[in-house]
């Protein structure tokens, strides 16, 4: 399993975990993460939008550029925002931390 910390608006930490292939937005919504991501995943809505730890940042594959131009409109964007449905957790993101805004 794959170990993600969601970090909530009042800094209270909850780790979940999914596994290898698992979209973040599903990991985030099993655990109660307050993510609507209403559009599932057409990347069309940014209810999904979190923001990465600076530090696990460049362990993501970086984003597409529909996925940049839509992370512009999302509430409190950020240069480490992304959307939770258009990232599949991996080996390498075991342990990675994000904010939900
Ligand atoms: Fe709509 Fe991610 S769920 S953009």
Do not use: K, N, W
């Amino acid at each position: 399993m794959i170990r993600v910390r969601f970090v909530a608006r009042d800094g209270s930490v909850r780790e979940a975990s999914g596994i290898a292939g698992a979209r973040l937005l599903d990991v985030a919504q099993a655990d109660g993460q307050p993510l609507e991501g209403t559009c599932d995943g057409d990347m069309a809505c940014a209810t999904c939008h979190v923001i990465v730890d600076p530090a696990d940042f460049a362990r993501l594959r970086p984003a597409t550029e529909e996925e940049e131009e839509l992370l512009d409109l999302a509430y409190h964007a950020t240069r480490t925002s992304r959307l939770a449905c258009q990232i599949r957790l991996t080996a390498a993101l075991d342990g990675m931390s994000v904010r939900v805004p």
